[in-house]
């Protein structure tokens, strides 16, 4: 099993609909939790971190499940710069090594 | 601020030569990671520094990539001989380890690698 695993997609989305993503992950020691947003032949970038009671930004909410070992980023009212690749970031305990999911590929369709 | 800096942005080169891509990391951050981005295998992390020392480098995948940290504010990551599977985008980032944006990671903007 991966470490961390995502559906690679692609989603493609109307504008202004909701869209969810998950991401599991396999070391149930882990500790910091991360959604990276990486645009096409660009470098990946902190979209947001992920906080054990859940965490809001704007459009954007990241929860995380440790029961079942899984992180969730949910975007609502999506615009069309919104379209990029997500990735999910997990670490272990103690340990700074941010192991990445592969991706889940977002297109938001006018 | 300037942030991670990678040279070179592009680099084209033939089977068997040697290729070095060079990171300068942000000022201050004590952590530097070398990952490297396929679409098969997507983002895998080769080796990282904690204030200059690696402290794991089991994803280097042989023994013909090597990586330094000789200061701070500089870190190469080699292959030697480079070959076709080789390419790759390879991405810097470095980290702080503590204040409020410890554990986050920026990236600089990538070392595409094309071997021929």
């Known amino acids: 099993r991966k470490e961390v695993e995502q559906d690679p997609g692609p989603f493609n989305v109307p504008e202004g609909a909701t869209v969810a993503f998950n991401c599991t992950y396999s070391n149930s020691a882990s500790q910091s939790f991360f959604w990276y947003r990486q645009d096409c032949r660009k470098e990946p970038k902190l979209l947001m971190s992920?906080?054990?009671s859940g965490n809001e930004d704007g459009r954007f909410t990241a929860q995380l499940n440790r029961a079942s070992q899984y992180i969730s980023l949910l975007i609502r009212d999506s615009k069309l710069s919104d379209s990029a690749t997500y990735l999910c970031?997990?670490?272990?305990?103690?340990?700074?090594?941010?192991?990445f999911g592969t991706g889940t590929r977002l297109t938001i369709i006018p | 601020d300037a942030g991670v800096i990678q040279s070179p942005r592009h680099e084209v080169t033939e089977m068997g030569q040697e290729v070095t891509l060079r990171c300068k990391p942000i000022s201050g951050h004590n952590s530097l990671f070398w990952y490297r981005q396929t679409m098969m295998r997507g983002l895998e992390l080769l080796i990282y520094f904690n204030n200059n020392v690696p402290i794991d480098d089991s994803g280097m995948p042989e023994d013909r990539f090597s990586a330094k940290m000789p200061n701070a504010s500089f870190s190469t990551l080699k292959i030697q001989p480079s070959e076709p599977r080789d390419s790759a985008v390879y991405f810097c980032?470095?980290?702080?380890?503590?204040?409020?944006?410890?554990?986050?990671?920026?990236f600089g903007e990538g070392s595409r690698l094309t071997v021929l």
């Open positions: 992920v906080y054990s």
């Open positions: 970031a997990v670490n272990g305990f103690g340990n700074e090594k941010l192991t």
């Open positions: 980032a470095s980290s702080p380890t503590s204040g409020r944006a410890a554990g986050e990671l920026f």
